[in-house]
């Protein structure tokens, strides 16, 4: 089992920026991949960026590329999410995801192991 939970969400202006963190607990994260999926209101969940726990290879979204910027502190078993430039399409529950295996690119979201409880992220015009 891999614990994950997330914070720093938040309420922001259109430009503004936010860090998300998820901290993950429980098995060794050696041979996962994690990322970060976001759903807004209606429809579905979709992936915004990965990171494979061994190396540090990381695959993002062509909606977030540029904006958004995921990484990794091993020590400390958590991985982040810093999103500058956010704009109002952005607005969504974030969640943290973990799959087991080596992937270092995004994989779908039925694929995933392991859900975070999520953290709202709303950006104001």
């Known amino acids: 089992q891999v614990q994950l939970v997330e914070s720093g969400g938040g309420l922001v202006q259109a430009g503004d920026s936010l860090r998300l963190s998820c901290a993950a607990s429980g098995r060794s994260l050696s041979r996962y991949a994690l990322g970060w999926f976001r759903q807004a209101p209606g429809k579905e969940r979709e992936f915004v960026a990965s990171i494979r726990w061994s190396d540090g290879i990381i695959d993002d979204a062509d909606s977030v590329k540029g904006r958004f910027t995921i990484s990794r502190d091993t020590a400390k078993n958590t991985m982040f999410l810093q999103m500058n430039s956010l704009k109002p399409e952005d607005t969504a529950i974030y969640y943290c995801?973990?799959?087991?295996?080596?992937?270092?690119?995004?994989?779908?979201?039925?694929?995933?192991?392991?859900w975070g409880q999520g953290t709202q992220v709303t950006v104001s015009a």
């Open positions: 995801a973990a799959r087991w295996g080596l992937y270092g690119s995004r994989w779908s979201s039925d694929l995933t192991d392991y």
